[in-house]
């Protein structure tokens, strides 16, 4: 079986992999003033935070054109892959994932697996990294699915923004609880449930949420029992996340621990100087 896997640019890859010639990956547009950008094409995260500082209008993400999809799928038919799995952003953020599963029979001799991660950024690239790893292992679909479902079902991540106020906009959370964290001067702690961002604790200050989010990751570390990495991921906030990962670092020295970014698409929703810390079973 020759194995393809595609995702989109809202998953932050590890550089080992971000060559690999089985990997393929479908940008996901961002408008700003007007402008289309295709996530990691036209535009890097750096560049993006930037622009959107000087931005006249709340940026807005779009989902690719189901076409671009097809047609990526039939140029891996001719290159000879009998599968893909396609990993995408979760469901609750992107209808993208569910899109795909209108066209998984249109491709002859191309047996096409659309995945909801039901998250994003690093934990979704370290589960195109598995499913890559355990491709060149000579695995079967089903033992790569099967794992790609443990690493899901073991995947937490907590988010703490500076304002809801792109979320709300975005309509990635609610009003109800944008308008709590105002009226209380919260620092909210928001998480992943079932794929959606939802407000998961109300915090009195940043430092609490900060501290707050470190003690989930090792409850949630216990409750995995296997070995896990952690990763702490920043909107153009690499100060902050560097003194999260040597807090963490000195809580759980065991753990493995990667910081990275949240692209421009994530970005838009979460706004700048968000914080999220992720932990994944290996």
């Not at 799995?85 to 002859?108: C, E, M, P, Q, Y």
Request: with cysteine; aromatic share 8%; glycine share 8%.
């Amino acid at each position: 079986m020759k194995l393809a896997i595609v995702t989109d640019s809202t998953a932050f890859l590890p550089e080992k992999i971000q060559k690999h010639p089985d990997l393929f990956v479908i940008p996901i547009p961002v408008i700003l003033d007007g402008k289309i950008y295709n996530e990691g094409i036209d535009i890097k995260a750096d560049e993006y935070y930037e622009l959107l500082k000087n931005s006249q209008e709340f940026p807005t993400t779009s989902q690719p054109a189901l076409g671009e999809a097809l047609e990526l799928y039939e140029s891996l038919a001719k290159k000879g892959y009998d599968a893909v799995i396609s990993i995408h952003l979760s469901l609750g953020i992107s209808g993208f994932v569910r899109n795909l599963h209108t066209i998984v029979d249109a491709v002859d001799g191309l047996k096409i697996l659309p995945y909801d991660s039901k998250i994003t950024s690093m934990p979704m690239g370290h589960m195109v990294e598995a499913v890559l790893d355990l491709s060149e292992a000579g695995k079967t679909l089903e033992e790569i699915i099967d794992h790609l479902d443990m690493i899901r079902d073991n995947t937490y991540a907590y988010m703490i923004v500076d304002d809801l106020d792109n979320l709300v906009r975005g309509g990635r959370l609610t009003n109800g609880a944008a308008l709590v964290a105002g009226l209380l001067k919260i620092k909210p702690v928001l998480t992943f449930d079932d794929g959606k961002i939802v407000l998961f604790e109300k915090i009195r200050s940043s430092k609490k949420a900060f501290s707050r989010a470190e003690e989930i990751l090792g409850q949630r570390k216990k409750e995995i029992a296997r070995p896990v990495k952690f990763y702490v991921i920043h909107a153009n906030n690499l100060e902050v996340a560097i003194e999260e990962k040597s807090k963490l670092q000195e809580k759980y020295p065991e753990v493995p621990i990667e910081i990275g970014h949240f692209g421009p698409v994530i970005g838009t929703h979460l706004g700048e100087k968000a914080i999220g810390f992720a932990i994944c079973a290996k």
